[in-house]
Every structure is written in C-alpha cells, then in structure tokens.
Nanobody, 121 residues
Framework: VQLQASGGGLVQPGGSLRLSCAASGFGFDAYAIGWFRQAPGKEREGVACISPRGGITLYADSAKGRFTISGDDVKNVMFPQMNGLKPEDTAVYFC???????????????WGRGTLVTVSS
C-alpha cells in the first residue's frame, strides 16, 4: 500500500491550490482517505476525510467552506481543492488511508509522504 501526496507550492493569501493523492496497492472504494496537515511546531491535525466510495465527506472547522475533496476511483486519485487560502494554512499536507472515516490520525493506517503548502505574499 502506497500513498503519495503532490501539488503543493507557494500561493498568495486568498489563492487556491489543488492537491492530489495517488494510491497504489488498494482501491479508494475500500478505504477512507483523510487529509492531514502539520505546521512547524504544531501537532498534526485532520483537515478532511472522504468515505470509501466517496459518499460522505467530513471537514474540520478550519476547512469548512474553503476546502473540498473529491476522488477519481478509476484512476485511484483523490483531489482536495483548497480555496481562500490563509497564511495559517501553511503546513505539510499528508494523505492517509484508514478503514473508518475520521479526522483522527490514529485511525489512519497508511500514510504517504507529504507535500508542502506555503501561503505567503
């Protein structure tokens, strides 16, 4: 099982960024896929999670109204669209897979390498 997040970069406040999470070794229809982030000196926090088969999405309060996640089951790729980015969104973003839909990192068993998002003018 492998996961790889990509699409990070430098964006100005108020801008948008679309990340992606590619999976191999399992299908998105079997696992919930969560997005987490970790800023320097802070704990890892859950941002959003999509259920197996994509029927239900869950968002942290910090992401509601700004972030949207969707998936392509055929290509096994998950896309979080992040709009209205703020400097406090600066962090390394990770995608992870778990059997239960949750914003808790402990409930996700498989993790990919993160991608850095920097929001700055």
């Amino acid at each position: 099982v492998q996961l790889q997040a990509s699409g990070g970069g430098l964006v100005q406040p108020g801008g948008s960024l679309r990340l992606s999470c590619a999976a191999s070794g399992f299908g998105f229809d079997a696992y919930a896929i969560g997005w987490f982030r970790q800023a320097p000196g802070k704990e890892r926090e859950g941002v959003a999670c999509i259920s197996p088969r994509g029927g239900i999405t869950l968002y942290a309060d910090s992401a509601k109204g700004r972030f949207t996640i969707s998936g392509d089951d055929v290509k096994n790729v998950m896309f979080p669209q992040m709009n209205g980015l703020k400097p406090e969104d600066t962090a390394v973003y990770f995608c992870a897979a778990g059997r239960l839909q949750s914003l808790s990192a402990s409930l996700h068993n498989f993790w990919g390498r993160g991608t850095l998002v920097t929001v700055s003018s």
